[in-house]
């Protein structure tokens, strides 16, 4: 079975640009989470969806959103980045129940300059 | 406040030696509890998932260990390899919310 996939892995932007991600789940997989990792802040959690319905949101601005399609596939967008968006963005698939494994993608790195 | 506090912050040992990592946290009600092993610029990977009513569990030459009464958790490294050399992340779920607290994570290096 195919695991995480993020594209791309790599980007640079720089500021008051905006930058769509992109998250293939693992097949079958229904959940999907967002992750920034930083680190001065570690991992935080940025959002989850499932069935194309956003279950649960961190503490972010609104400049941060996402969404999932009808294939699980999930897109994390943020509009008018910041230098401190530069980060590791982490995407995990899991099946439903709340104590299932999260899989996590290799990640994509932002840089803002 | 929901947090997830680790120790140490770094850690360095020998090849072949054990070594213990904890995790303390204050998320509350409490679900479950993760330890996962991030190696250098990937995601991180699952190693053992506990619920409230497990306090060891295995995979490999880890082992976890948890104590909800104190609200505590180890993760135990047995002979320890070049390849464990990785950041360690403790997680807690909350009950009824999806959402991780992670803690900052442990950075251990093994050294030939």
């Known amino acids: 079975k195919a695991g995480v996939t993020q594209t791309p892995r790599y980007l640079i932007k720089t500021r008051g640009q905006q930058v769509t991600l992109s998250c293939s789940p693992i097949?079958?997989?229904?959940?999907v989470s967002w992750y920034q990792q930083t680190p001065g802040q570690g991992l935080q959690f940025l959002f989850e969806?499932?069935?194309?319905?956003?279950?649960n949101k961190g503490n972010f601005p609104g400049r941060f959103s996402g969404r999932q399609f009808s294939n699980s596939r999930s897109e994390m967008n943020v509009s008018t980045l910041e230098l401190g968006d530069s980060a590791l963005y982490l995407c995990?698939?899991?099946?439903?129940?709340?104590?299932?494994?999260?899989?996590f993608g290799p990640g994509t790195r932002l840089t803002v300059l | 406040k929901n947090q997830v506090e680790q120790s140490p912050q770094s850690l360095i040992i020998l090849e072949g030696k054990n070594c213990t990592l904890q995790?303390?946290?204050?998320?509350?009600?409490?679900?479950?509890l993760r330890w996962y092993k991030q190696d250098t610029g990937r995601g991180p990977v699952s190693l053992t998932i506990?619920?409230?009513?497990?306090n060891t569990k295995s995979n490999g030459r880890y082992t976890a260990t948890l104590d909800a009464d104190t609200k505590q958790s180890s993760l135990h490294i047995t002979a320890s390899q070049l390849s464990d050399s990785a950041s360690y992340i403790c997680?807690?779920?909350?009950?009824?919310?999806?959402?991780?607290?992670f803690g900052s994570g442990t950075r251990l290096q093994v050294q030939p």
């Open positions: 995790c303390n946290y204050t998320v509350s009600p409490f679900s479950n």
């Open positions: 097949s079958g997989h229904r959940s």
């Open positions: 995990a698939s899991s099946s439903s129940p709340p104590t299932d494994t999260q899989y």
């Open positions: 506990m619920t409230f009513s497990e």
């Open positions: 969806y499932f069935s194309e319905t956003q279950r």
């Open positions: 997680v807690v779920q909350r009950t009824g919310r999806r959402a991780l607290t």
